[in-house]
């Protein structure tokens, strides 16, 4: 439960000493080591322990054994049970001790310790107990209470364990995504079946009706709708043809494709995805460091209480007080046991992770789970966030001195350094024409705001107008002509050569079909969507007047991005950032929580803490719900292990018995902690039944 820690192979935390998780679970992984050590010491020694209870409970109405010998009978059945059986735990006490990080185990160590050296004291040298300790003939043991507890939390550990494994079926199901084999089609247009792992980058392969994708790439050839459903979470399969790109492991419905590999091995979608989920899994929670915290200070406290409560029952209590007093010690060693405490974060976490990954949402750590459903303001870019990111060439126009096919020329030259999507759709577009594009002589990007170099001699800027303030061109004569266009949503590019207008083009970007339902849903819970973006600011109040988004920012620089985050943040506001680009990075990194779209760039999504894989507004909605359900886990989990202590320590101290007359046995003291952690860790795999969208 601590990410910090790493070893080579399977063992137990130093620090809490629960069994460490793999960093990287495999499709075909064993058994657990530890689960299998502790159901082979469960089941060797069930029957022991059964039969010294047996004894304890029922020996004296019996009469099997007379005085001390049962003593003796149940010291020799109940030492295998506490010395072979709970040796385990004695190990993680001592650890516990050792790296002074007090945990349950020292409990359950101090607890089985006590009561199992009372008891063979008391059979050893029973002439050193006074007279009041007698009972039928001989000196009352506990060799039941030992054996027991040690049973129980064997049994505990073992339903533990099991419903811990299912907490990495969501990372398993990822790896069980990836085909076997590939179909490669080799340079004589022969095609075989070779393994995945032997498929290199620029391979041709061939994907049949009901196959799935091998790796990441292109279609060259043929035409099919594929199912990507179980990556991005999007049911209906969507379309691809020559030029579209493929996401491994997705499957194809009925046409043949024939496309390049371009990513394998680890680079792939697929790869990465399972990578972060298992980052965020082994990643740490506020929520989290505060229960660590809190727990270490409590295992301090529950001694002390233990040896205040020996100390009363010996000193005040009724005869034989000092028998009660170590009873009710080891209750309270028992009871307390801070397992529940350390499990209730880790296990939300983990299976909220792998809930969120099969529906196309990656979270980078805890943190970002547990702060999403704090956002109360949501800052989203345009281009390829709330639009498609896949802008259509519309026009060129240019001023008196200029030729409009040759500023579509001239644009589309010096744009083929640029990543943008408004870029893209200019080159295309003048690859289509047929033009001669030529190769810019230099290039440099001035990030958010548009591109400058030099093409055929000239001095070239492109960009927004914001790029033309800067270079000190005058963009009236095409101003007017601007301005309409704006107002129908298409984003305006303006090319200046050698200081002068040259004229301007005119790309317009669709919006996304889900964006409309996604901000008006943000704002039916009350989260504030702001839209700021590089573009024109008429182009983007066009798009957010259709979209219902109230306050817009055009013509915005990456600083200025990363100035609004702060700002907000400086109001008290709890700020989210979505976006794609490069521009987005630095506000992506300043926000509470970054999200970048799955289908933006590595730089935005290297700085974001959640990536939707679609590349989707609607995303944010199922995280966010997810982060809601996950929170709420993560509180029921804790305020349960709580109010389970703080029930449990009273009454196994025995605050109850002036009134009652009854006291709680260890061993039930130890079924009720075996009960509690392992009803922490069924309450978190309840959020795989969550429905996020």
């Known amino acids: 439960m601590h990410p910090e820690i790493r070893q080579p192979g399977p063992g137990t935390c130093p620090k809490c000493g629960m069994a460490l998780e793999p960093v990287m679970p495999e499709l075909d992984e064993e058994e657990n080591p530890e689960l299998r050590d502790f159901s082979r010491r469960f089941w060797w020694t069930l029957p022991l322990t059964v039969i010294v209870t047996v004894l304890a409970m029922a020996g004296h109405t019996l009469q099997i054994f007379h005085g001390a010998t049962q003593n003796w009978v149940e010291l020799i059945i109940a030492t295998p049970v506490?010395?072979?059986?709970?040796?385990?735990?004695?190990?993680?006490?001592?650890?516990?001790?050792?790296?002074?990080?007090?945990?349950?185990?020292?409990?359950?160590?101090?607890?089985?310790?006590?009561?199992?050296?009372?008891?063979?004291?008391?059979?050893?040298?029973?002439?050193?107990?006074?007279?009041?300790?007698?009972?039928?003939?001989?000196?009352?043991?506990?060799?039941?209470?030992?054996a027991v507890i040690i049973s129980l939390t064997l049994l505990g550990q073992m339903l533990e364990l099991k419903a811990r494994s299912q907490t990495s079926a969501a990372i398993k199901s990822l790896l069980g995504l990836a085909?076997?084999?590939a179909r490669r089609i080799n340079a004589d247009g022969q095609e075989e079946d070779i393994p995945l792992a032997h498929v290199h980058q620029g391979d041709h392969l061939r994907v049949r009706p009901g196959e799935k994708v091998p790796v990441d790439g292109s279609v060259l050839e043929g035409e099919s709708a594929v199912d990507e459903s179980m990556l991005t979470g999007e049911p209906v399969p969507v379309m691809k043809r020559a030029g579209d790109t493929l996401i491994g492991a997705t499957l194809n419905t009925h046409g043949s494709l024939v496309m390049s590999a371009e990513k394998v091995g680890s680079e792939t979608t697929?790869?990465?995805?399972?990578?972060?989920?298992?980052r965020a899994q082994r990643s740490k929670a506020p929520m989290q460091r505060m229960a660590d915290t809190v727990a270490g200070y409590f295992v301090l406290g529950v001694i002390a209480i233990a040896i205040l409560t020996f100390f009363a029952w010996g000193l005040f209590g009724p005869e034989p007080g000092w028998v009660f007093g170590l009873i009710n010690a080891v209750a309270v060693l028992i009871i307390a046991c801070p397992c529940a405490l350390g499990l209730a974060t880790p296990m939300s976490i983990m299976v909220a992770t792998g809930k969120a990954a099969s529906s196309g949402v990656l979270f980078r750590d805890a943190s970002a789970i547990e702060n999403l459903c704090k956002i109360d303001t949501l800052i989203v870019d345009k281009t390829g966030t709330l639009t498609e990111g896949r802008p259509v060439f519309h026009s060129a126009e240019a001023t008196a001195q200029f030729d409009s096919v040759e500023v579509l020329r001239l644009a589309a030259s010096l744009d083929q350094g640029s990543e943008h999507p408004l870029a893209h759709a200019i080159v295309d577009h003048a690859r289509a024409q047929r033009l001669e594009l030529s190769k810019p002589d230099s290039f440099e990007s001035a990030s958010g705001i548009g591109v400058s170099g030099q093409v055929d001699g000239a001095n070239l800027q492109l960009g927004n107008s914001a790029l033309m303030a800067d270079a000190g061109v005058d963009i009236a004569p095409l101003r007017n002509r601007a301005e309409q266009l704006r107002l129908e949503g298409i984003s305006i590019i303006y090319l200046a050569a050698d200081g002068v207008l040259a004229g301007l083009l005119a790309v317009s970007d669709p919006v996304k079909p889900t964006s409309q339902e996604a901000v008006s849903r943000l704002q039916t819970e009350e989260v504030k969507v702001i839209m700021a973006t590089g573009d024109g600011l008429t182009t983007a109040r066009a798009v957010a007047k259709q979209l219902g988004i109230d306050e817009v920012h055009g013509e915005v620089k990456p600083q200025d991005k990363e100035r609004l985050v702060a700002d907000l943040q400086a109001y008290g506001r709890r700020v989210a950032m979505a976006g794609?680009?490069?521009?987005?990075?630095?506000?992506?990194?300043?926000?509470?929580?970054?999200?970048?779209?799955?289908?933006?760039?590595?730089?935005?999504?290297?700085s974001a803490q959640v990536t939707l894989v679609k590349g989707d507004l609607m995303g944010i909605l199922r995280a966010r719900t997810l982060s809601v359900a996950t929170v709420r886990n993560m509180r029921q989990n804790l305020g349960f292990a709580f109010l389970y202590n703080a029930m449990g320590i009273p009454l196994a101290a025995g605050l109850l018995y002036p009134l009652t007359g009854l006291l709680l046995s260890p061993m039930i003291a130890a079924l009720a902690m075996s009960v509690s952690s392992a009803s922490v860790v069924f309450n978190a795999l309840r959020l795989r039944r969550v429905v996020i969208g």
């Open 580 to 606: 794609d680009g490069i521009n987005d990075a630095p506000a992506l990194a300043r926000s509470d929580v970054g999200i970048a779209m799955g289908t933006g760039t590595d730089v935005a999504m290297n």
């Open 179 to 181: 085909p076997k084999t």
């Open 82 to 146: 506490t010395l072979w059986a709970g040796w385990p735990f004695f190990v993680r006490g001592v650890a516990s001790v050792r790296h002074r990080s007090p945990n349950m185990w020292t409990l359950i160590g101090l607890g089985t310790s006590a009561a199992y050296l009372y008891s063979v004291a008391a059979t050893l040298f029973p002439q050193l107990f006074p007279q009041t300790f007698m009972q039928d003939g001989r000196i009352g043991v506990y060799f039941e209470a030992a």
């Open 270 to 278: 697929l790869s990465q995805i399972v990578q972060m989920v298992a």
